[in-house]
């Protein structure tokens, strides 16, 4: 059974840095698009990075501030943030597809339950 389970979120300081984990189990992810996506109340879910071997992909909102990253073994994923804003607040959820990295939601199979990332100003 897959599963993936995040951890590393929240409360903190604007100015601050997060970093948040992906466990994923259940099968081997190293050739997996692996996926940062956040919601926000009342919003959309959006996309926040994405890794595959063939590298990285951030949303213009988080470029230069966050940094995805993976194991050697493929199966945990990172996300460092830093230079945190009261905009960063959301639920933060790992996502992964066996598929192309995307950038769209829908085309992630599996999905954690989520950590919550709270900023304060």
């Known amino acids: 059974q897959v599963r993936l389970v995040e951890s590393g979120g929240g409360l903190v300081q604007a100015g601050s840095s997060l970093r948040l984990s992906c466990a994923a189990s259940g099968r081997t992810f190293i050739n997996y698009a692996m996926a940062w996506f956040r919601q926000a109340p009342g919003k959309e879910r959006e996309f926040v990075a994405a890794i595959r071997k063939s590298g990285a992909y951030y949303a213009d909102s988080v470029k230069g501030r966050f940094t995805i990253s993976r194991d050697n073994a493929g199966n945990t994923v990172y996300l460092q943030m830093n230079s945190l804003t009261p905009e960063d607040t959301a639920v933060y959820y790992c996502?992964?597809?066996?598929?192309?990295?995307?950038?769209?939601?829908?085309?992630?199979?599996?999905w954690g339950q989520g950590t919550q990332v709270t900023v304060s100003s």
């Open positions: 996502a992964a597809q066996s598929g192309v990295l995307t950038t769209t939601w829908s085309d992630y199979n599996y």
